[in-house]
């Protein structure tokens, strides 16, 4: 599905999303404990970045809708149909991107520290290849890393972002 959000998005603490997650009557428990997870991990990031609390944090472009909904579609996903995830080791980008922050090298910090102990690659591009938001998800879902696992492929889907990047699809 697409997200379409045509008014400017309120950054959202990380308690405050928590507590939308919380209280939510809608989100099975699977996936609501899978989508806390994830922005548990983002919210200790970025405390670390910011030499403070988890609960203190404040989310730039993660609390935005859109992120939000990332985050708890892919929990609701993976928890809907039991995945074991199972994934590659990361391509990383480089250079520099803007945020709300300004101007911070690519991986972002939150990234990186999301990533913690997870394998990942140069992918020779200056462009930000994982966000933080995939960082966590990936953190949180993926239970193995492997360049490619022994499998018998039963179905296949393919997605894809809006992104056009010069060297690869």
């Known amino acids: ?17 928590r507590t939308m997650l919380e209280e939510s009557v809608h989100l099975e428990k699977g996936a609501q404990k899978l989508a806390l997870s994830a922005f548990e991990l983002l ?3 970025e405390a670390d970045i910011h030499e403070t609390e988890p609960e203190k ?10 992120s939000i909904i990332d985050i708890v579609a892919a929990a609701v ?13 990361l ?7 803007k945020c709300d922050h300004g ?10 520290l999301c990533l913690r102990g997870i394998p990942t690659y140069d992918a020779g591009i200056d462009s930000e290849l994982v966000t933080p938001t995939g960082a966590c998800l990936v953190a949180v879902h ?3 890393f492997t360049r490619w696992p022994s499998i018998k492929t ?9 992104r056009e990047l010069f060297d690869r699809p």
Not at 103 to 112: F, G, L, M, Q, R
């Open 91 to 97: 391509p990383i980008g480089r250079g520099m991107i």
């Open 57 to 66: 944090v404040h989310f730039h472009e993660v609390g935005a809708i859109d």
């Open 154 to 162: 039963e179905r296949v889907g393919w997605g894809a972002g809006a």
């Open 77 to 89: 996903a993976l928890a809907h149909i039991g995945a074991r995830v199972i994934c590659s080791p």
């Open 1 to 17: 599905f697409r997200v379409a959000v045509e008014t400017t998005q309120a950054a959202r603490d990380y308690a405050a999303i």
């Open 142 to 144: 993926a239970k193995e």
């Open 43 to 45: 919210a200790k990031a």
């Open 103 to 112: 101007v911070i090298p690519s991986p972002a910090p939150a990234t990186v």
